[in-house]
């Protein structure tokens, strides 16, 4: 998977900010879906890079 900088910034403080703090049931389902919405991203983001455009 391609993680892109601005995610990847996004995500690792995220993660920093909760080191010392026990992650709620709430939270998981956080992250979670931000996997889920990473995950479809980079498909889609594989897709798209399949797609031949003839350029002018």
């Keep these: 998977m ?3 900088g601005v995610f990847q910034f996004n ?8 080191k010392e703090r026990k992650l709620e049931f709430d939270d998981i ?3 979670q879906k931000i996997i889920v ?3 479809e991203t980079d498909r889609l983001m594989n897709e798209i890079n ?4 003839e350029r002018e």
């Design 11 to 18: 995500i690792l403080h995220a993660v920093s900010d909760r």
């Design 50 to 53: 399949k797609i031949n455009i």
């Design 29 to 31: 389902q956080h992250y």
């Design 2 to 4: 391609h993680i892109y």
């Design 37 to 39: 919405a990473l995950t």
